[in-house]
């Protein structure tokens, strides 16, 4: 074998390993386990569950609490 023909064989080999990296790479990525996100608001309202903001205003807790403002006075 000639210089050209192993140079020829080395890039081809590094340009398939190359692909196959990423190509694992994005099978990793892609089929890893990813959360749900539930909330925890407006649990009782049953009839809502569909249209979040009805279950949260017709909800008996009606989710977080409202803080009021103080003033204070020096």
């Given amino acids: ?34 959360g749900d996100y539930e909330t925890e608001e407006a649990k009782a309202a049953g009839d809502y569950e569909d249209n979040i903001s009805m279950a949260f205003m017709y909800s008996p807790d009606s989710g977080l609490p409202i803080q009021q403002r103080r003033e204070w006075f020096i």
């Fill in 1 to 34: 074998m000639e210089l050209y023909e192993i140079l020829i064989i080395g890039a081809a080999v590094s340009i398939f390993l190359f692909l196959l990296a990423i190509v694992l790479y994005m099978l990793c990525n892609y089929t890893r386990q990813k």
